[in-house]
């Protein structure tokens, strides 16, 4: 009973600080948003993008549209908002799977470089001059050289974007081992690895989860503007990029069939990053 009352409280307090703070309220309800419309495509919203309906079809607040087509239907008679469920959920799980890996490798990398001085110097070089490189352009570039498909593509992704993540993780480490109060621990004969687990770690957190917004961020982007310049455009498993590269044949007639895959993009990277950035301010200012 008492395990259960104090769960209950803890929710209570995350709760309260939660609707405390506006860009914490606002970030997380939209971010379950995200969530609701990426994983209900198929069975609350019935999205298909099976070439059935009418072709052409303006958007529904048009003279000639259907209210059964919001944003009207392509040349193929598909449903042009069906086709943006569908690409929504597909580039938010990849581009999920892709920072899954890049944090994870990246974490294990930083935690064995922290107890490795040896390797700590080159492997930090390498990754210096990897963030001179813009990581857009090395992945356009490898792009060019590899097999053109979706699993290729999320690699390169992951490796352009991993050694800005270690590095930037590091450099934080770093400083806050050379502060003021990790040097007493040390002094007073405490272990590296009980300082980096205790201490370090719980203290670099909000730079650490900030750090994976930016790369949620950055991932996002690469992913959908590789797949609208036309690299690894998979039918079976469309994207909003995708949808943009094909939706610009009809911008002309149907311009928001081109501008929505976009704005879905911007708001959810809007989302994310006011959520971190609620949670940030408050340890920040706590």
């Known amino acids: ?48 993008i099976d070439p059935i309906y009418v072709t052409s079809l ?22 042009i908002f069906d086709y943006l469920l569908i690409g929504y959920r597909s580039t ?3 581009t999920m799977k892709a920072v899954f890996y890049v944090v994870v490798i990246g974490s294990i990398l930083n935690y064995l470089l922290f107890f490795i001085p040896i390797l700590r ?13 813009p990581p857009l352009l090395g992945v356009i570039v490898t792009s060019l050289l ?6 290729n593509m999320l690699v390169v992704i992951g490796l352009s974007y991993m050694p800005r993540f270690i590095f930037n993780i ?31 770690v719980p203290n670099i957190l909000p730079v650490f989860l900030t750090e994976i917004v930016s790369l949620f961020g950055s991932a996002i982007l690469a992913l959908t503007t590789l797949t609208f310049l036309g690299f690894a455009n998979d039918n079976s498993r469309p994207d909003l990029g995708m949808m943009m590269f094909q939706m610009k044949d009809i911008i002309d007639t149907n311009c928001w069939a081109f501008l929505s895959p976009g704005i879905a993009i911007a708001l959810t990277i809007t989302l994310v990053y006011l959520f971190i950035f609620g949670l940030y301010g408050r340890q920040a200012g706590n």
């Not at 606002?26 to 019935?46: D, E, M, N, P, Q």
């Not at 480490?173 to 002094?187: D, F, H, P, Q, S």
């Open 170 to 200: 590091h450099q934080q480490v770093i400083k806050e081992w050379n502060k003021t109060y990790i040097t007493a621990y040390r002094l007073d004969g405490l272990s590296s690895f009980s300082i980096l687990n205790h201490y370090i």
């Open 1 to 48: 009973m008492f395990s259960q009352t104090k769960l209950f409280n803890y929710v209570a307090l995350c709760v309260n600080k939660l609707h405390s703070n506006l860009y914490c309220l606002v970030g997380f309800y939209g971010i379950l948003a995200i969530l609701f419309v990426s994983l209900s495509t198929r069975w609350f919203f019935h999205a298909h």
């Open 58 to 79: 303006p958007p529904a607040w048009v003279a000639s549209g259907d209210i059964n087509h919001i944003l009207g239907t392509n040349a193929q008679g598909q449903d």
């Open 146 to 151: 590899i097999e053109d498909n979706i699993t």
């Open 121 to 133: 110097n080159f492997v930090l070089l390498i990754f210096r001059f990897c963030t001179v490189i």
């Open 92 to 94: 938010i799980a990849m």
